[in-house]
């Protein structure tokens, strides 16, 4: 007595086919500025300039790797991939979480160096070749701001580019500081700044990527709750083995044993209790793959005989 309700992926995979449409108008333009910012740190002898280089480097990585992902999640399910290639979407932002923390660290040491040795910043260019980006980063960032599929993939990417926009505005600013007043020490603390406001976004990132990998429950998805709820249903004298996950960002699951009383059973049938009980998962908690088995309480006896055994 289990029924599964999967209620079809149409619109997940009509939303991310629009996210590779994003993704792929985002990195021609961060390809463009990454050439532009390298040579701009060249010619300026910026750290803080040659750090969102270097972030757009790993923007474009994780950008290539966030539209691989998003291809490989897009193939069919199988007899061994029941569930399809959605993870390659989690492991996508899990890879680009952990490029970033190891970008902060670079920049922190580098930074580091600077701050007891300053070294002499042509601020002219420096403050030019970071407006550039920052009008790159601006139309990056609009362009995956529209994408509704709330996916964590396109969140890595997402965040990277809004890390990168405020890399952007650290190095302008830090280029007029040095430009107005000769603090070449702007140039190593505007680095630091911009791993300040990656660190955080990037250990998010890899917190919820972590999490969906080791099938927690989803945070909107208290079980207290969905049992309560189950509970309160005509004829539903028990909920147990109830257990939910996130197979990608978007698709949470659920599955329960349910016990209802023989009367209930047998005077409105399996079919219409497993509707009310997918029912009720859709509306109060927005699960739609949701797999229910339902169980007589005349057999509550021999379950728990198999249990002890």
Request: glycine share 10%; hydrophobic share 55%; aromatic share 4%.
């Amino acid at each position: 007595m289990s029924h599964g309700h999967g209620h079809g992926h149409g619109g997940h995979a009509a939303g991310r086919a629009g996210d590779r449409r994003r993704l792929k108008v985002v990195l021609a333009v961060t390809g463009s500025i990454l050439v532009v910012q390298l040579v701009g740190a060249w010619i300026s002898g910026s750290l803080a300039l040659l750090a969102d280089a270097g972030h757009m480097a790993t923007d474009a990585a994780g950008i290539v790797l966030a539209l691989g992902a998003s291809y490989v999640a897009a193939l069919p399910s199988g007899r061994r991939a029941t569930f399809g290639w959605h993870r390659a979407e989690v492991l996508a932002a899990l890879a680009n979480a952990v490029v970033l923390v190891a970008l902060c660290v670079y920049l922190a040491v580098a930074a580091a160096g600077r701050l007891l040795e300053p070294t002499e910043v042509a601020a002219g260019p420096m403050v030019g070749f970071a407006l550039v980006g920052l009008v790159a980063n601006a139309v990056s960032l609009l362009v995956l701001s529209r994408s509704t599929t709330g996916s964590l993939n396109m969140r890595g990417a997402t965040m990277e580019v809004a890390a990168d926009t405020l890399g952007s505005v650290v190095v302008v600013v830090a280029g007029v500081v040095i430009w107005t007043t000769g603090f070449d020490r702007a140039d190593p603390i505007g680095s630091l700044l911009i791993a300040a406001m990656i660190l955080p976004r990037a250990v998010a990132l890899a917190r919820d990527s972590v999490a969906v990998l080791l099938e927690a429950a989803p945070r909107d998805v208290r079980l207290d709750d969905v049992q309560a709820h189950l509970m309160r249903m005509p004829g539903v004298v028990d909920v147990h083995d109830l257990h939910a996950w996130t197979i990608t960002t978007g698709l949470p699951s659920l599955s329960a044993h349910v016990t209802v009383t023989d009367e209930v059973l047998d005077e409105r049938g399996v079919g219409a209790i497993l509707d009310d009980l997918a029912g009720c998962t859709a509306a109060h908690f927005a699960v739609r793959h949701a797999t229910f088995q339902v169980e007589p309480a005349s057999h509550r006896a021999h379950e728990d005989l198999g249990e002890a055994h």
